[in-house]
């Protein structure tokens, strides 16, 4: 099927950018002698997971304990579930240990392992947990250098319940990042974070066999990753405008797209108006107040040639409002019926309205469709 | 199932306050003589449909073709999809005539209106189609008193493969209203301009049977519908932060809320996280920059009591972060484990990440599971 008889909007993925996005950031990550575990909350498809250990179901991480139950089904067997555990939540993840998926879960708090340590007790088994470090004030996680480390590794190494298995760091705030020196700054800060928790808790008596770090900036810029054991990162197989504005990638490795269609012209506003509003984009303008802000997504032509004088200005349900940046819109080049394709902020947030990516191939022709898993 | 059994985050529904925002509106809009037809794009989902209309599958009003299928799949017959049509969309709303849907279509440009026909002719049917009228310049539209009202309600009317049916507008701009006096302008500002292009095309010599107009605001406040013969209506079944904020609704009507779960403590930030973040909450911050300010929703307590003070300050893709107005947060208060509701800011936006609702009966008992439509 050609692009242009796609039903509006849609997800477009591009093979091409989507394979050398991937190949890119394994090799650079194998080359630092580390293996990569991809975040699978971006794509949360199996096709690109599989792509990202050459076609194996290599180790992932899940931001959802959907993912890992669709990607279990999937034979994904070595799983992170990398969001901050909660007691309520553990007879699903002791479903998936009885499926034998060697699913690991993270926490941040002592109470809480003494918690699932005796919920494993009680169910005969040992669940698999990492201590999440907090390594720049971004989110979740405790102090690399702090006592209470060592008190949840304990709690965790002597649970009945439990077994220690490491640590683990996203590095967020790289995402505020806006030059290569900071990136590579931020991924050493997030390497030493890390890897002082690791040693502080090898010092303690404590075994540590799991020092994982990761986000697509620092994994992008890391320069040594010596003590770390993988890297985690999840957009970078998709890349989108807000990895392109600070310098991660470059706008031309976006594999994701939405295709839309223009169905109103508003000339006395000096709008074209699309099928593709807040639904179809999400509402994240993460590139707000940038210097590279540019609205709910960047425009571009069915064939995915960006035209930089176009920016999307508003978002509402099932309508997106194109303006121009400077000067009068052509109406004439963008007729009712004209398909665009907008290149989105955050391709996580977009993604999750589809349900299928329409695979594409040399900007025009789609050879496949995956599906994705949604919801929780 | 109690609330406090659910998996986090997820939809709750409270039937009493859904039945109580629907009740009202019915009740005012035909008070004024004036038949409601409910947007479903809020909802999304048959039950909430089929209360609008006493139970029946009255007419309603849809956002997407995904929709008004599965709308008709469940006996609605008399649809309006309002988003301009075009024509590579035609198939589809074709196959909804053969199933003897009432389908009624939406556009603004005599081009589309004549390739409508067209297809109309070819396919030996005639598309019901409604002139879309912009009257407060929020969106898509043909101005009311403008000559091309005529040309395109000509272009219809002449045109073998169309029936000209009507007009619509959607006044979006009452979103912007902060008090009800302004509302009620906005509300007659709405109806002079329907009714003005109505009776110009009746002036003209061609019949005009439907005229419609509607927003949550305007019609919560309209005092004389004379000359509209529907009303459409979306987010007054749910409800949401934005609306009570401009005063639309008040904080206690709001139905629809997110049930999610404290999973990390950052005393050294003063915020606890839960596990509603940008997927589960939407990234829309409608509320951002108005003195109503709330974040990326109010938070309530698990028996849906507002928390005033506290307020989610961000959404990452699985981590809401909660702090407080002022002063410090009170974490023995809310352990990890603890379970809060969050209000929208918007409803239709947040809800769609979902596709189920929990029917919650007194605060505390879930009734039923309803399930909604996503994706187009």
Known sequence: MKVDHLYTPCLLLDRKKLNQNISRMCNHINNLGVSLRPH??????????????????????????KEAEYFADAGFKDIIYAVSMVPAKLPRALALL?????????????????????????????????????SDMHRAGLSPDSEEVIYVARALHDGKGTEM??????????????????FVKMAEQERHAITTAADNIRKAGIPCPIVSCGSTPTATFAKDLTGVTEV??????????????????????????????????????????????????SKDYSTRGTSFDCGYGLVADIKGNIIENLTVIGANQEHGLISTKNGDLDFEKFPIGTKLRILPNHACMTAAAYDTYNVMENDNEISEQWQRCNGW
């Open 40 to 65: 699978v909350k971006t794509a949360k498809s199996v096709p690109v997971a599989l792509m990202c250990a050459g076609g194996e179901t290599g180790p992932i991480t899940v931001s959802t304990l």
């Open 98 to 134: 009885k499926k034998g998926i060697d699913l690991k879960l993270i926490i941040d708090n002592a109470n809480i392992a003494k918690e699932i340590s005796a919920f494993g007790e009680k169910e005969n088994c040992k669940l698999k947990v990492l201590i999440e470090i907090d």
């Open 165 to 182: 298995v490491g640590v683990l760091t996203h590095a967020g705030e790289s995402y505020y990042g806006t030059s290569e020196n900071a």
């Open 232 to 281: 985690r990162a999840g957009v970078f197989v998709f890349q989108d405008a807000y990895q392109a504005g600070i310098g991660v990638c470059k706008k031309s490795d976006i594999a994701l797209s939405v295709l839309t269609t223009v169905i109103s012209h508003k000339k006395n506003q000096n709008r074209i108006i699309t099928d593709a509003g807040g639904m179809a984009l």
